[in-house]
């Protein structure tokens, strides 16, 4: 009927007595533990409230979200962080590297020529065909970055690669091989600005250079078939070329090198004539490559001084003792090709010791009267005999050792003009012809192996003749 006293929620002590200590007293719920605080607790008047340490998440009560510690978010702001550091500092790094490389290239470009190049294109302002200069990037772009497969065949003077512009024009990549020497360099630039300004169907065409490489990149246009010593060399191809195929290639690189020698604004001498740099196209059309050792020869110099470059079995003795050279060189060089053509036998072969030296054997085979021995029997046939007989000739006039009895590469070009027209055209045939006449046409047969110059001017006018009237006549 009375009243009943209890302590409030959170105090303990006896309700009916007023005195702090006896009295009703704060229950210090964190000392105690009956709190329900995952890990901090803090003791207020009458109750008791939860926090988390810094850096957790939650109420901090244990029935509530507790304290937890933020791992995603910390791991994912730790990523972030680093992504970011990374990101930055590679982006320092490749800024670094793009500038150096920058730098490399600029090096390079100046190193192989580059300002005297652009200087040389300034002057020819105006020729649609002057030289391209090709940047590294393109050139990695159109060689899947040089890769191996793409190599299309290795030389004396550099790699060759295979591969496509993004204009789709396909090319053939040769990394050559120069010092840093600034002449040697000066002439590399005035063969590329000169040479890509070559239009002949059977000279390879240069399409220009790359110099911001260490090693300068000159761009051809890509031949498909292989060359013609892949398709005289018996061990290397089944099915030899037909004799009229031999001699259509014969007669367009006569005339590429005779457009060289002549038709070019400056003579230009290959220096390096041989099976191996003449490619053929699909058609076994004839394209003269491989101008790295070219020389350009100024028009009031008929001879040159260089150190002696060429490929051994095709190079021109006179031209080798005294390291003069001239045109003749060319036509040595050629007449070397000739005979591989008429004897199917490669210049060099240490595998045949008796013939080693082809140039050498075939013209003693000749001063022994053993030309039949020699011409290749796998084209050899009734109707072109005397064909592979006049070319084997010929081919014996530009091997003479004395470069002056060679005759030029323009007389050599008609005189197979002269056979492939003469084939043609019944009333042409030697044959057909009064033997007289044909003996004095044909000086080399009337003295053996032509050796007079007077008879063999009269064969070129002759058949200079012959041809302009072909020419009338619609051929
Ligand atoms: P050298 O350096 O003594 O002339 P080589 O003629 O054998 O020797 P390269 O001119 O470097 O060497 O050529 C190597 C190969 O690359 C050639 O044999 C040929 O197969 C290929 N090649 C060169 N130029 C071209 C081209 N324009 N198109 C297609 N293939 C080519
Ligand atoms: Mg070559």
């Not at 300004?197 to 260490?214: A, D, M, P, S």
């Not at 045939?429 to 044909?438: F, L, P, T």
Request: proline share 3%.
């Amino acid at each position: 009927m009375g009243y009943c006293c209890v302590c409030k929620e959170g105090f303990r002590g006896n309700p009916y007595l007023s005195h702090p200590d006896l009295g009703c007293k704060d229950i210090n719920e964190c000392d105690d533990g009956k709190h329900r605080c995952s890990r901090r607790c803090h003791n207020v008047e009458g109750n008791y409230t939860c926090s988390c340490p810094p850096g957790y998440r939650g109420d901090g009560y244990i029935d509530g979200s507790g304290c937890k510690f933020p791992f995603m978010e910390i791991s994912l702001g730790i990523s972030v962080a680093f992504l970011f550091v990374f990101t930055f500092v590679s982006t320092l790094c490749w800024g670094h590297k793009q500038r150096s490389l920058k730098q490399l290239r600029k090096k390079y470009f100046e190193q192989n020529g580059g300002n005297y190049m652009l200087q040389q294109m300034y002057q020819q302002q105006g020729h649609t065909d002057r030289a391209k200069i090709f940047s590294e990037d393109e050139l990695r772009t159109a060689t899947n970055n040089f890769d191996e497969n793409r190599i299309l065949g290795r030389g004396g003077q550099g790699t060759v690669y295979e591969g496509i512009l993004p204009d789709n024009t396909h090319v053939a990549i040769k990394k050559s091989r120069i010092g840093g020497d600034p002449r040697q360099i000066k002439d590399f630039i005035n063969e590329v600005a000169v040479l890509s300004q070559i239009n002949h169907r059977n000279v390879v065409k240069l399409f220009g250079c790359c110099l911001e490489t260490e090693v300068p990149l000159l761009v051809y246009e890509y031949v498909d078939n292989g060359t013609l010593l892949e398709h005289i060399d018996p061990l290397k191809n089944e099915h030899p070329l037909s004799w009229e195929i031999r001699l259509r290639i014969a007669v367009e690189t006569a005339e590429a090198i005779s457009y060289l020698h002549s038709a070019a604004a400056i003579p230009i001498i290959h220096r390096d004539i041989k099976s191996a740099n003449i490619l053929l196209d699909h058609n076994h059309r004839a394209k003269v490559s491989d101008f790295g050792a070219s020389r350009l020869v100024p028009l009031d110099e008929t001879q040159v001084t260089t150190v002696v470059q060429g490929t051994l079995g095709y190079l021109d003795p006179e031209y080798l003792l005294t390291g003069q050279l001239n045109e003749k060189s060319d036509v040595y060089s050629f007449g070397v090709v000739l005979v591989e053509l008429v004897t199917g036998n490669k210049a060099v072969d240490f595998n045949k010791p008796e013939q080693r030296n082809l140039a050498m054997h075939f013209a003693s085979s000749l001063k022994e009267d053993n030309l039949w021995e020699i011409l290749d029997k796998r084209v050899l046939h009734q109707k072109n005999e005397e064909q592979l007989k006049e070319v084997a000739f010929l081919a014996r006039k530009c091997i003479r050792v004395n470069g002056e009895e060679r005759p030029t590469m323009k007389e050599v070009a008609m005189e197979l003009e002269g056979l492939i027209s003469m084939k043609k055209h019944p009333w042409g045939k030697r044959e057909d012809m009064m033997s007289e006449e044909c003996e004095y046409l044909l000086g080399h047969v009337a003295d053996g192996y032509g050796n007079a110059s007077a008879s063999t001017s009269t064969v070129y006018d002759s058949i200079q003749r012959e041809v302009a009237f072909e020419i009338e006549d619609g051929r």
